[in-house]
């Protein structure tokens, strides 16, 4: 069996840092979804000076989502684990004057043989990499250039129960105690 996750964050921060080695990124340049605020985003000049990013600087906005039109399988592995096979859909937003280049070399990422097999090792089975798309978006005054792809992937997730002692331990006395009583 795959090894796998034990959650999201954990699989966020495994693909967040496979991209950075791939793509060679500085890793302030990749950055979750879930923690982008818009205006806020900013970049650490030095230890305490923050600026804002400029077209020069590519970065890339990934975020995670529960593909619910693709596969979802639950096995008990023992008696107090599970696993849970479902697909996820990563979807990458690349920002920058160089996110052309970026977005293709991250297409050409998930379609690398060693690449998809050392995925596949961590418990990540890519099953599907759209077509790059660019836009340019409307961001605080400025006209950014931004390519956008994402990758379903079937993950399996680790799930284990921790033991309940009062339940165990009571079921025995709570079942003992019903009686049927017979017509």
């Known amino acids: 069996m795959l090894p796998g996750f034990t959650n999201t964050d954990e699989l966020n921060k495994y693909v967040r840092t496979y991209i950075i080695d791939y793509l060679k990124l500085v890793p302030n340049r990749v950055l979750n979804g879930v923690s982008v605020r818009g205006p806020d985003l900013q970049k650490i000049i030095d230890q305490c000076t923050l600026g804002s990013f400029n077209l020069e600087d590519s970065f890339i906005v990934f975020d995670l989502e529960k593909d619910n039109t693709g596969d979802y399988f639950v096995m008990q592995e023992d008696e107090t684990t599970m ?9 990458y937003r690349i920002y920058g004057m160089m996110s052309h280049m970026f977005g293709l070399q991250l297409q050409a990422m998930f379609k690398d043989e060693n690449v998809l097999y050392s995925l596949y090792e961590k418990g990540v089975r890519i099953k599907d990499v759209s077509d790059m798309s660019t836009i340019n978006e409307f961001i ?3 006209m950014w250039p931004r390519a956008d792809l994402s990758a379903t992937m079937q993950i399996r997730f680790i799930v284990r129960r921790k033991p309940d002692e009062y339940f165990d331990k009571n079921t025995e006395s709570i079942f003992d105690s019903i009686h049927i009583v017979e017509q």
């Open 83 to 91: 696993s849970v096979i479902s697909d996820f859909k990563i979807n």
């Open 140 to 142: 605080n005054n400025t």
